[in-house]
């Protein structure tokens, strides 16, 4: 288990969010709910859903290191 305040636990939340927010772009309804805004604090969820499509292969690359170091090396 990964603890929420160590590095490892800042990058897991990290690429969870982004893959979170790259998913529910793709949902129409939540798209148009909760990435249409550009700009402050909401706009973190349309920031993240946009990294999380533009550089899907390096997110889902860094996804499975991050797996394969939680598993097998920690």
């Known amino acids: 288990m990964t ?3 160590s590095f490892d636990g ?3 939340f990290g690429l969870l969010f982004i893959c979170t927010c790259a998913y ?3 949902v129409p309804r939540l798209n148009s709910w909760l990435l249409s805004e550009k700009k402050g604090v909401w706009g973190v ?6 990294i999380g499509t533009r550089l899907h ?3 889902a690359l860094s996804c499975l290191c991050m797996a394969f170091y ?3 090396l920690k």
Do not use: D, E, S
């Open 3 to 5: 603890n929420a305040y």
């Open 10 to 12: 800042i990058l897991v």
């Open 24 to 26: 529910l772009k793709k």
């Open 45 to 50: 969820f349309y920031k993240a859903a946009v």
């Open 57 to 59: 292969v390096g997110v």
């Open 70 to 72: 939680l598993v097998f």
